[in-house]
T-cell receptor, first 114, second 110 residues
Framework: DGGITQSPKYLFRKEGQNVTLSCEQNLNHDAMYWYRQDPGQGLRLIYYSQIVNDFQKGDIAEGYSVSREKKESFPLTVTSAQKNPTAFYLC?????????????FGPGTRLTVL | GQQVMQIPQYQHVQEGEDFTTYCNSSTTLSNIQWYKQRPGGHPVFLIQLVKSGEVKKQKRLTFQFGEAKKNSSLHITATQTTDVGTYFCAAQAAGNKLTFGGGTRVLVKP
């Protein structure tokens, strides 16, 4: 089955540590996205990539970094510079045109920084 | 930047009743998408609207795109417990970047 996988589902880290969230897709999608969702809130775009080796900042990129070395993978690093990292992180992918079938989301990673 | 507002933020519905949630953009859109997120889950794409005044139906769900392409609505008839969740609109003005609204959280009273 094609889809998006995110691991781990739950992640705990101590304050001041960097942490990398995994996102893998086998849908052959060109575009990939990272969103942050806080309790009771909507989705805010962190970074997105429309093609391998290229990515753009979203609305809340400060304190985060990404890479897109392979079409299938778009890992997100939450750095110690992110002031309030505890949140639900969602990865998504789409075709490059982006819209005929919408964005496919992974199951998410719940990050808690202690 | 582009802002997308959804109202109401919460919707408590008696099972069997109808309700509508609204999505308003500050800019003219190329298209709008709707997603549903079940409690504890991830957003799932429902539909995309592209044309001015477009109306699309999925069983008990009716989606409409405004004539000016700046607003949209989702109407659910005969609400069921399976309709529980948060409904998000996501607006696209250019490129692949979507701007999500804050969502309407739907609770169904049996």
């Amino acid at each position: 089955d094609g889809g998006i996988t995110q691991s781990p589902k739950y992640l705990f880290r101590k304050e001041g540590q960097n942490v990398t969230l995994s996102c893998e897709q086998n849908l052959n999608h060109d575009a990939m996205y990272w969103y942050r969702q806080d309790p009771g809130q909507g989705l805010r775009l962190i970074y997105y990539s429309q093609i391998v080796n290229d990515f753009q900042k979203g609305d809340i990129a400060e304190g985060y970094s990404v890479s897109r070395e392979k079409k299938e993978s778009f890992p997100l690093t939450v750095t110690s510079a992110q002031k309030n990292p505890t949140a639900f992180y969602l990865c998504a992918s789409s075709t490059r045109s982006g819209v005929d079938r919408g964005q496919f989301f992974g199951p998410g990673t719940r990050l808690t920084v202690l | 930047g582009q802002q997308v507002m959804q109202i109401p933020q919460y919707q408590h519905v008696q099972e069997g009743e109808d309700f509508t949630t609204y999505c308003n953009s500050s800019t003219t859109l190329s298209n709008i998408q709707w997603y549903k997120q079940r409690p504890g889950g991830h957003p799932v794409f429902l539909i995309q609207l592209v044309k001015s005044g477009e109306v699309k139906k999925q069983k008990r769900l009716t989606f409409q795109f405004g004539e000016a392409k700046k607003n949209s609505s989702l109407h659910i008839t005969a609400t069921q417990t399976t309709d529980v969740g948060t409904y998000f609109c996501a607006a696209q003005a250019a490129g692949n970047k979507l701007t999500f609204g804050g969502g309407t959280r739907v609770l169904v009273k049996p």
